[in-house]
Structures are given as structure tokens and as C-alpha cells.
């Protein structure tokens, strides 16, 4: 594939972190009518709802969203909570480490963000942006 396929969907954890910085968990994928959902491993949290996956993967995955995929909503409910744990300003983005109940996450926000350590916020993930591995493959 094409730089972009593989760093988008790579065929290992050890591809993922090689090409670059990687959010990688344990999730649980169910299907309820035609939407696929991902959420945490304990059911507790929604990652991302409306995944295009074939129709027959449910079960468990390791799931792969790269720093700069995540969405941050200011309601908090319906998603996975964080708190920011550290923020860095790097010009034309905002590098954050997010305290999870999952544990730390790395996001990557563009431009400034008025956030500061403490503040709490709930994340997503843009469905298309998601990759799953074989729980064995990660």
C-alpha cells in the first residue's frame, strides 16, 4: 500500500509504532441493527459508533487511533472521559497526554487550545479513522 494506507491502517502494532506515535487498547466491537460500535473492553465507554466493518466481526480487538484522530467534546457524557494530564503548544498544534479510565492517551489538537492540566472533557473517535487488529496481531 501507499505510505498513507499503511500508516492509516498498518498490519501490526509493531508497523503502527514504527510509522509513528500510536494509541493502541483493548475494545469490544458489537453490532446492533446496522451500525458497529466500539467501545471499551468493559462495554463502559463509547470509542466511536457506525464503524463500516463486515458484518460478522464482534468480539474483542486491539484497537489503533493515531494521536491526532481523537475528537474532544466539552459535554461530558456518551463518550470516554478524560482529564488533561500534561499540554504542550507546539505552534500549529497542541500535544495533550489524557488521564482515561483505559489510562493515558496522547492526542494531537490543532492550533491552540485554552486548556490547562485538570481540565475534563470527553473523547470520541471518528469511525473511519479507527483500525482494528486480531487481538494476537497486537
Known sequence: ????????????RYVAEFLGKANIFAVSVSRSGNSTDVRTRDGNYLIAEGVGLPEGHV?????LIRPECWRVHTE???GLPGTVRSLMFLGDR??????TPIGDLLLLLPGYRNLA????FTLAADPAQIHLFEKGLA
Not at 2 to 12: D, F, M, S, V
Not at 94 to 99: F, G, R
Not at 117 to 120: E, I, K, Q, V, Y
Open 1 to 12: 500500500g501507499t505510505p498513507a494506507e499503511i500508516y492509516r491502517k498498518p498490519l501490526n
Open 59 to 63: 468480539g474483542e480487538y486491539s484497537c
Open 76 to 78: 461530558r457524557d456518551g
Open 94 to 99: 497542541t500535544e495533550l497526554v489524557v488521564a
Open 117 to 120: 492540566p485538570g481540565d475534563l
